[in-house]
């Protein structure tokens, strides 16, 4: 099964409106990462959270790591179309394979 | 600096054929994974390689198959081509695992 279980499945928002989605996890990590997919292309990464911390920024993202309750959540404020992908969370597995969530579709409507 | 480059871009096989896909890593990054993705399964790991060993496998049959070159080039094949092997596979690369990943743009096989 995934590590990373993504929330929701698909969301559809107003161009403008910040975006929320989340991911848990089973296992303890070093550290959680987030990818973005544009339509049958290859991932890109966005963000590195490292296990001992609880929150960072990269421009309009920001990531949060709860590691007591093994979850993770990325915010995009100010959507903009571009923005329109598929997200993805990721965490190493017995530290030998890097394991993905089925990933959440965001659709920013203009 | 160059990013990760996948060949073909573009496949169409037949049953029971084989096919081999290849993936050139960035310059100075060793680990190079590999992942199938399909619209049900998502992204499925198929195996890593480092410095030219496997290090892990997934849960996929004997017909997958890969290598990596001393140059850290890496293919992966697939042997008796099945319906079911239709999908995107994607190519990562990395100075470790765990680390920022860089993906290709991915090889579409399409088995008819």
């Known amino acids: 099964s995934q590590q990373g279980e993504e929330d929701p499945q698909a969301l559809s928002i107003q161009e403008g409106e910040n975006a929320t989605m989340n991911c848990s996890y089973k296992?303890?990590?070093?550290?959680l990462q987030w990818y973005r997919q544009n339509s049958g292309r290859g991932l890109v990464h966005l963000i590195l959270?490292?296990?001992?911390?609880r929150e960072k920024h990269s421009g309009r993202l920001r990531v949060t790591l709860d590691t007591s309750k093994k979850s993770s959540s990325l915010l995009i404020t100010a959507s903009r179309a571009a923005d329109t992908a598929s997200y993805f969370c990721?965490?190493?597995?017995?530290?030998?394979?890097?394991?993905f969530g089925q990933g959440t579709r965001l659709t920013i409507n203009p | 600096k160059a990013g990760v480059t996948q060949t073909p871009r573009y496949l169409i096989k037949t049953r029971g054929q084989q096919v081999t896909l290849s993936c050139s890593p960035i310059?100075?990054?060793?680990?190079v994974s590999w992942y199938q993705q399909t619209p049900g399964q998502g992204l499925q790991f198929l195996f890593e390689?480092?410095?030219?060993?496997?290090?892990n496998k997934g849960n996929f049959p004997g017909r997958f198959s890969g290598r990596q070159f001393s140059n850290s080039r890496s293919e992966m094949n697939v042997s008796t081509l099945e319906l079911g092997d239709s999908a995107l596979y994607l190519c990562?690369?990395?100075?470790?695992?765990?680390?920022?990943?860089?993906f290709g743009q991915g090889t579409r096989l399409t088995v008819v």
């Open positions: 990721a965490t190493l597995q017995g530290a030998q394979k890097l394991v």
């Open positions: 390689y480092f410095s030219e060993t496997q290090r």
């Open positions: 990562a690369s990395s100075l470790e695992l765990g680390v920022e990943a860089f």
């Open positions: 296992t303890s990590i070093n550290n």
């Open positions: 310059s100075g990054h060793r680990s």
């Open positions: 959270i490292r296990s001992n911390e």
